[in-house]
């Protein structure tokens, strides 16, 4: 990666999300309540900042320092530093990138960003203040230095601050202290460090919580098959998850409901104890409160940002209905079994109506609402989330899908000309491109992360399954041999590309079932865009977002600094795999350097989809 290529955006676009018309609609108490669960939300910025690189979080201080310094009037404190507007400029290029994502390595392709202005314009800008001037002297180097440039296994030349202060621990070292303690502590919400002690080095479990000591919790100390020793130390961020923890117990006073206040009080007990069994807990009573006019998620929520897929991201939102489109989508959860029967695994029987072993046995109706962010802490803003993040939670008490409208208002008022679209398609792909991505986000949301049955051993003798009767593999047309064992998860079981698996299979479900019977009418009914344009549209889009995930592919490491364009990268494979020049990527004869997506939108239904099905028929067997 050149050093150019790690400059961070020139003016980044800064989008409004709009929610004053939805704030102003709530009640007194319901503003309360989204007030202190949106500061309990930014508590945990601090959090993040942390998971990413040790000089984030000292960068967040300077740049808030500096703020408060000038009280925002930029202009003044460039007059006072003796820059000019530009350097200025790019200084808060730079500053608005970092507080976007966290940290100095972007939320979405993991990748390393650096400032356009040199170090000496920021010593320059910094020397208003003394503080600023300490701060600066912390992280100097490293706001400038270009490597590590992405996230990654610390010896392979990758940084993660999720195995902090331990340049040299390997993959296998990760792997054997995870395969020696997951049956034992989830690791969802921790660290790991190696620490030299008297009688050499051990391995230093990390779990985050507010009290050191919870003795309901405490493991003895772990030994390997080596001998090598496994610590297990409580404590880690308890400073910010002790004011998570007050701003908490602030909100449960304005609950609306015993169901968020018997949450909230689950909530807290997790930040303080660090046990994942309580937020599992915690969970339970969310899925319960139904559709409430201020919904809130918080915990360690995502394992994408690991290089081993097992640590969890903080993430916390608070978001306020968006009642008419909650409405559609609540006509689509009815009919979730519906289109569920529609997939490749599934539609069994002479009627066509069973869904066969590879299925849940009864689909829960899902708790699919449009929100209106007021804040979401995380190093990316999603369009949309589905939670909890439990299997076993979901398959017995359901899910929450949830889309965040100003969000995906704010994503299509900055939209462009696609790049990788033939001149022949934009105009069709802009008129549908809005209802297609809602329509996409709902089923991939809805279904994707909902359908498919996981065989699992919940306990030594427990099966959701029978052991003595197992179906045959569709693939293979032997019993099913394999299943997930006590504490076994996808992400133990896969491992790095664990999440990436997940997203393609969900994005996959997503897209096939867009030309299902009835799905459009369900989700639009007044709407008059053609069924065929909106799915044409949509293999499109999720073609030319495989071509652009390239962006965050290294091919000197040949890793993948965001899961998601993994994903969408593989159902791009797919297209073009499929034969009988369904799809293919060809140069743009005006320009040459510019490459098109040329996808017939006849072969759609006798190769594009049933390529499409068979692939996300394999991958939900395998899982």
């Not at 051990?202 to 000591?213: F, R």
């Not at 498919?452 to 427990?462: H, I, M, P």
């Not at 099966?463 to 293979?476: A, C, G, L, S, V």
Request: charged share 25%; proline share 4%; net charge negative.
């Amino acid at each position: 990666m050149k050093v150019a290529e790690q400059y961070c955006d020139s003016e980044p676009p800064v989008q409004r999300l709009d929610i004053r018309e939805a704030f102003e609609q709530l009640s007194t108490e319901e503003k309360c309540y989204a007030h202190y669960m949106r500061e309990a939300a930014f508590h945990g910025s601090r959090i993040i900042m942390r998971q990413v690189s040790p000089e984030s979080e000292t960068i967040f201080n300077l740049i808030l320092h500096l703020w408060r310094v000038c009280e925002g009037d930029w202009v003044c404190l460039a007059e006072k530093a003796g820059v000019d507007g530009e350097t200025m400029s790019k200084f808060l290029d730079y500053s608005a990138t970092a507080m976007e994502n966290l940290g100095n390595y972007k939320g979405y392709g993991d990748q390393k960003f650096i400032p356009r202005i040199s170090s000496e314009d920021l010593e320059k800008i910094c020397s208003v203040s003394q503080d600023a001037v300490d701060l600066l002297r912390l992280s100097q180097q490293f706001i400038f230095e270009t490597t590590p440039k992405a996230l990654g296994f610390p010896n392979e030349g990758g940084m993660s601050n999720y195995y902090p202060e331990s340049p040299h621990i390997t993959k296998e070292e990760i792997r054997a202290v995870g395969d020696a303690t997951c049956s034992k502590i989830s690791l969802r919400n921790t660290r790991l460090q190696t620490v030299l002690t008297e009688s050499g080095f051990v391995y230093q479990l990390l779990v985050a919580s507010v009290i050191e000591h919870p003795a309901k919790h405490e493991l003895q100390d772990l030994v390997l098959p080596d001998g090598s020793k496994i610590i297990v130390k409580y404590g880690d961020h308890s400073d910010v998850l002790s004011r998570i923890c007050d701003s908490l117990a602030k909100a449960k006073e304005f609950a609306a409901s015993k169901e968020q206040e018997t949450y909230l009080s689950k909530l807290i007990s997790f930040y303080q104890t660090g046990d994942i069994e309580t937020h599992k807990e915690a969970s339970k009573d969310w899925l319960a409160d139904d559709s409430p006019c201020v919904e809130t998620w918080s915990g360690f929520l995502e394992p994408g940002r690991d290089p081993i897929g097992v640590r969890c991201e903080f993430e916390a939102l608070v978001a306020v209905q968006d009642k008419r489109w909650s409405a559609a989508f609540d006509q689509l959860s009815s009919r979730a079994e519906q289109f569920i029967l529609q997939l490749p695994w599934s539609g069994l029987g002479p009627d066509a109506k069973e869904l066969g072993p590879f299925e849940n046995e009864v689909i829960a109706k899902a708790n699919f609402v449009a929100l209106n962010l007021l804040c979401y802490c995380a190093s990316n803003v999603w369009t949309g989330l589905t939670a909890p993040g439990y299997p076993e939670i979901k398959a017995k008490f359901g899910q929450k899908n949830m889309t965040f409208s100003n969000r995906v208002a704010a994503n299509n008022s900055s939209a462009q000309e696609h790049r990788f679209l033939k001149q022949v398609d934009v105009e069709l792909f802009h008129a549908n491109r809005s209802l297609c991505f809602f329509l996409q986000l709902a089923l991939h949301e809805l279904i994707g992360h909902s359908c498919g049955k996981l065989f699992e051993e919940t306990e030594t003798g427990s099966y959701n399954f029978d052991p003595h009767q197992m179906p045959k593999n569709p693939f293979t047309d032997q019993p099913v041999s394999s299943w997930y064992g006590p504490g076994e998860t996808p992400e133990t079981a896969f491992g790095g590309i664990a999440t990436a698996y997940i997203e393609c299979l969900a994005e996959g479900i997503g897209l096939y079932l867009m030309s299902a019977d009835g799905v459009l009418g369900t989700l639009a009914p007044e709407t008059t865009s053609d069924v065929d344009d909106v799915v044409y549209v949509g293999y499109l889009s999720i073609a030319c977002m495989g071509l652009r995930a390239l962006l965050s592919y290294n091919p000197e490491t040949k890793k993948w600094g965001q899961v998601h364009d993994q994903a969408r990268f593989g159902l791009l494979k797919c297209f073009l795999n499929a034969g009988n020049n369904f799809a293919k990527i060809q140069l743009d004869t005006d320009e040459p350097s510019s490459v098109k997506v040329v996808m017939s939108r006849e072969m759609i239904a006798t190769v594009g989809r049933p390529a499409l099905g068979s692939l996300i028929h394999e991958l939900h067997i395998s899982r």
